[in-house]
């Protein structure tokens, strides 16, 4: 039997970071998903962190050489079996209620909905999260506290605010809508645009259930 979701981790070099990253994913509310990793040639310990966790289904798929992140999605979309998709990158982790709030209320928007949490931006110290702010306050994007909110991609354009959605995985496919290959950043914004233009509605919460890591250290690398 298929899982309700599918989360998928595109790494490169992020042994210091995946293991927090995987630990958040597993320990969901929600447990009907599988977990997808696809690492873009890794020439650390990232693989081997990874591997860690196969006793808990999960799937690694290693690149032969460095693809990018947008790329890492798309492979990993390829390879899911969810009848949802879900994004958390390698160095970011999410609340425990993270899957089960989002696919909550995506169950009520409709298939061609897209929905995500508002983000804490984290300071990252010894594998710690410490959330500094929000990212909705930060760029000043009020919304209702409670209800999903619908939000036009201009909107999400002005107040200059990125976004990692769920999304209905049949939708994604019959829509061919996927990340820019080869890119090593600013993918996500193009996939939101070519979302919304597939008639995709985006619904953001305003509740903080995803943890941003915009700077990452460790007590031996303040050392050096």
Same mark, same amino acid.
């Given at each position: 039997?298929?899982?309700?979701?599918?989360?998928?981790?595109?790494?490169?070099?992020?042994?210091?970071?995946?293991?927090?990253?995987?630990?958040?994913?597993?320990?969901?509310?929600?447990?009907?998903?599988?977990? *997808?990793? $696809?690492?873009?040639? @890794?020439?650390?310990?990232?693989?081997?962190?990874?591997?860690? &966790?196969?006793? +808990?289904? /999960?799937?690694?798929?290693?690149?032969?050489?460095?693809?990018?992140?947008?790329?890492?999605?798309?492979?990993?979309?390829?390879?899911?079996?969810?009848?949802?998709?879900?994004?958390?990158?390698?160095?970011?982790?999410?609340?425990?209620?993270?899957?089960?709030?989002?696919?909550?209320?995506?169950?009520?928007?409709?298939?061609?909905?897209?929905?995500?949490?508002? *983000?804490? $931006?984290?300071?990252? @110290?010894?594998?710690?999260?410490?959330?500094?702010?929000?990212? &909705?306050?930060? +760029?000043? /994007?009020?919304?209702?506290?409670?209800?999903?909110?619908?939000?036009?991609?201009?909107?999400?354009?002005?107040?200059?605010?990125?976004?990692?959605?769920?999304?209905?995985?049949?939708?994604?496919?019959?829509?061919?809508?996927?990340?820019?290959?080869?890119?090593?950043?600013?993918?996500?914004?193009?996939?939101?645009?070519?979302?919304?233009?597939?008639?995709?509605? *985006?619904?953001?919460?305003?509740?903080?259930?995803?943890?941003?890591?915009?700077?990452?250290?460790?007590?031996?690398?303040?050392?050096?």
């Amino acid at each position: 039997m298929s899982p309700l979701v599918s989360v998928i981790v595109p790494s490169r070099n992020a042994e210091r970071t995946i293991g927090y990253a995987l630990d958040s994913i597993f320990n969901q509310t929600l447990q009907d998903i599988e977990v *997808i990793v $696809v690492d873009d040639a @890794s020439d650390d310990g990232t693989q081997d962190v990874v591997k860690a &966790f196969a006793h +808990r289904g /999960l799937k690694l798929l290693v690149n032969e050489r460095r693809l990018g992140p947008g790329t890492c999605r798309n492979l990993g979309i390829q390879a899911a079996s969810g009848k949802y998709v879900a994004f958390v990158d390698a160095d970011d982790a999410i609340d425990p209620e993270y899957l089960e709030t989002l696919v909550r209320f995506l169950v009520t928007l409709g298939r061609r909905s897209i929905v995500a949490s508002n *983000i804490w $931006v984290c300071n990252s @110290s010894n594998n710690r999260m410490l959330p500094a702010f929000t990212l &909705f306050e930060q +760029r000043m /994007l009020r919304l209702p506290s409670k209800v999903p909110c619908q939000v036009s991609i201009a909107k999400l354009i002005e107040h200059k605010v990125d976004i990692k959605p769920i999304i209905c995985r049949e939708e994604l496919i019959e829509t061919n809508v996927r990340f820019w290959e080869q890119t090593m950043g600013e993918e996500w914004l193009p996939f939101l645009i070519e979302l919304s233009r597939a008639g995709f509605n *985006i619904f953001l919460v305003d509740k903080p259930l995803y943890y941003y890591s915009c700077l990452l250290y460790t007590s031996d690398a303040a050392d050096e």
